[in-house]
């Protein structure tokens, strides 16, 4: 059994639709893939529905954007409940100030590159969360780079003067909301450190107080030691295990299946998940001593 639990659509910043994400997993032998764009659910109905006709088992999944002081978290989240409103209300604050970054960093380069804002959104589909790879996409149309990595390498890092941050919750405020929400939250490729800064374990032993249940351990962005220290970090925090392939389409190296999670991480996972209350309710009758 092969279970992919970390995938981007159109619906953000991947380059297949989510039943097309769906597809190439049936193509990559996947028995499980889970659909989770930043920021958005709006692609679960159209994967559920693939995966029903392909007979793929389709996990409804998200990636949270996240700061914690300044620095960038992604947060995993499945099965919660896409209408609770608190949740929604946060996503939909993301999804705002990303459009605004985005809208901020192409008038910044605009004078230099000629890009201009209509170009970026000729690569965003419909009400798509809006990341740096489709500005990435657009540099690429107007032969100002190669490809996203050139892009990533140059205009759009972290380090570029044209770079503007977004607004994002912290995590511990996206765990309690993931979870009163019934959803399951799995930290994110925690020690991917060519990205920028990460987290430390104290920060991650707060995210467990917080409610987080997992960490993404097999993830291309980490080498072997990064690995075998996360590994470490779950046994003594009691977190569960996964891996996966950040797939993105064309849009990044990232091939599904290239990392995978043991079907008894993903039985366990799904356990945790539904309402607060009836978690907090099965936490007491497994856990705590009456009268004690
Ligand atoms: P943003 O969310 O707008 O800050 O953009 C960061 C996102 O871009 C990451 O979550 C990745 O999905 C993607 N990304 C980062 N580096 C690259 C790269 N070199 N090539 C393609 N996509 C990338
Ligand atoms: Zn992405
Ligand atoms: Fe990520
Ligand atoms: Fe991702």
């Given at each position: ?58 996990v409804p999944g998200m990636e949270v954007s996240c700061l ?225």
């Amino acid at each position: 059994m092969r279970i992919d639990l970390h995938t981007h659509s159109t619906a953000s910043d991947g380059t297949e639709p989510p039943s097309g994400v769906v597809e190439s997993a049936a193509r990559a032998g996947l028995d499980v893939v889970a659909l989770t764009d930043h920021d958005t659910t709006s692609g679960w109905a159209e994967a559920l529905r693939a995966g029903e006709r392909l007979g793929v088992r389709v996990v409804p999944g998200m990636e949270v954007s996240c700061l914690a002081h300044g620095v960038s978290v992604h947060l995993l989240s499945y099965w919660h409940d896409p209408a609770q409103a608190a949740l929604e209300g946060m996503l939909d604050a993301s999804r705002t100030s990303r459009r605004t970054r985005a809208r901020t960093m192409v008038e910044r380069m605009t004078a230099d590159t000629g890009l201009r804002w209509e170009d970026v959104l000729a690569h965003v589909h419909g009400q798509a969360t809006i990341g740096r790879p489709h500005i990435a996409d657009a540099l690429v149309a107007a032969g100002v780079v190669a490809d996203r990595d050139e892009a990533f390498a140059t205009l759009l890092s972290g380090r570029s003067p044209y770079f503007v941050p977004h607004t994002a919750p912290d995590p511990l405020e996206a765990i309690t909301l993931v979870r009163a929400a019934g959803g399951v939250p799995v930290l994110a490729h925690p020690a991917a450190s060519k990205r920028g800064s990460c987290v430390g374990d104290a920060e991650v032993e707060e995210m467990v107080a917080a409610g987080l249940v997992g960490l993404e351990v097999d993830h291309r962005d980490h080498s072997d030691a990064e690995r075998r220290h996360l590994r470490a970090l779950a046994r003594s925090l009691g977190l569960l295990v996964t891996g996966s392939s950040d797939y993105h389409g064309t849009g990044k190296r990232n091939l599904l299946g290239e990392n995978t999670t043991d079907p008894d991480v993903l039985q366990e996972l799904r356990s945790r998940s539904g309402g607060a209350v009836r978690a907090e309710s099965a936490d007491r009758a497994a856990g705590e001593v009456p009268g004690s």
